[in-house]
């Protein structure tokens, strides 16, 4: 029953968030026009806040976790392979098979899985989650271009991938953290305090915003793709990543870092790059967002009730 109760408590304000960005919409309080433009702002402002945050504060020698990076990397070129192998195979149309790969591979790990995380062992705790984010989510906007112009039968332009990554306001927050700890600059408190206000807005915003972002109309044409990819990436890869990870003896925040990068949903900003790149199906990669957002709620509960009553964490 406590964990039953622990796992309650994780998911469901995240639900309860989403629901409320959801009614905003639908009542006229936010526009689906004012979405894509919030979302810029948390993105570019207050979401690098929140990671510089996590990593200034944090102790550096405790927070890399070589073997837990390593793993992590390995998965995420193994999934990364397995889905890109499995869409050209299995999935017919030609515009929907780089986004169903970047659908199984590509995580919302920062605004999904790293509240989970936090709710589970703390916002003070998450040091080591936060240098894991600096590696994977370059990794998954790197892959997530190989992707789409794999299956649009374009190069891809290394130098200019790299530049986008270079660039990414996530990077850069996370890199001025590890840079302020390596030099040890301190800032102002009053700087210090603002940054850190900040960095609160990010996490409910983006869920806020997340839940204003949902939209239904389409589900019923793609439900046979939309079930494929929402089983493999929520039920089938936490099952075989979290497994392994829990045999070779991750624990504690370091079991909920994996458990934030390979249970989360399909990321947001995959809708965005599918829909500016024009390589693929726009409709059905934000359609694999949403279903695969709602069904997370219900299968991060269960990830979390099984691997808590194992004592992962």
Not at 257 to 281: E, I, K, R, Y
Request: hydrophobic letters at 55%; one cysteine or more; charged letters at 10%.
């Amino acid at each position: 029953m406590e964990n039953l109760v622990l796992s309650l408590n994780a998911v469901l304000p995240m639900l309860l968030v989403m629901i409320t960005g959801y009614a905003a919409r639908r009542f006229g309080v936010i526009s689906g026009e004012d979405v894509p433009r919030v979302n810029r702002a948390a993105f570019r402002i207050f979401l690098p806040c929140m990671l510089f945050y996590n990593i200034y504060c944090a102790d550096l020698s405790q927070s890399v976790q070589p073997g837990l990076i390593a793993y992590s990397v390995v998965c995420v070129l193994l999934v990364f392979a397995a889905s890109v192998y499995g869409a050209a195979r299995f999935v017919p149309q030609q515009d929907h098979k780089g986004v169903v790969a970047q659908g199984i591979f590509r995580s919302n790990f920062v605004i999904m899985g790293l509240p989970i995380a936090g709710a589970l062992a703390g916002e003070d705790n998450l040091s080591s989650v936060a240098v894991l984010i600096a590696v994977i989510v370059p990794l998954f906007n790197f892959l997530a271009v190989v992707a789409l112009e794999k299956f649009r039968g374009r190069r891809v332009k290394t130098g200019e991938v790299l530049l986008q990554i270079v660039r990414n306001p996530l990077i850069v927050g996370s890199f001025l953290g590890i840079l302020f700890q390596l030099l040890n600059i301190r800032l102002p408190a009053v700087a210090e305090k603002a940054v850190s206000n900040l960095g609160s807005i990010a996490t409910p915003l983006q869920i806020f915003l997340l839940g204003a972002f949902f939209r239904f109309g389409g589900l019923g044409r793609f439900r046979r793709t939309l079930a494929a990819v929402t089983g493999i990436k929520l039920f089938l890869i936490p099952a075989l990543v979290l497994g392994v990870g829990a045999a070779l003896g991750f624990r504690g925040v370091d079991f909920l870092g994996l458990l934030g990068a390979f249970g989360a949903p399909t990321a947001v900003n995959s809708f965005t790059m599918v829909q500016q790149m024009q390589c693929g199906d726009a409709e059905l990669a934000g359609d694999i967002v949403v279903i695969t957002t709602l069904v997370s709620i219900f299968s991060f509960f269960i990830w979390i009730l099984v691997f808590k009553t194992l004592g992962m964490f």
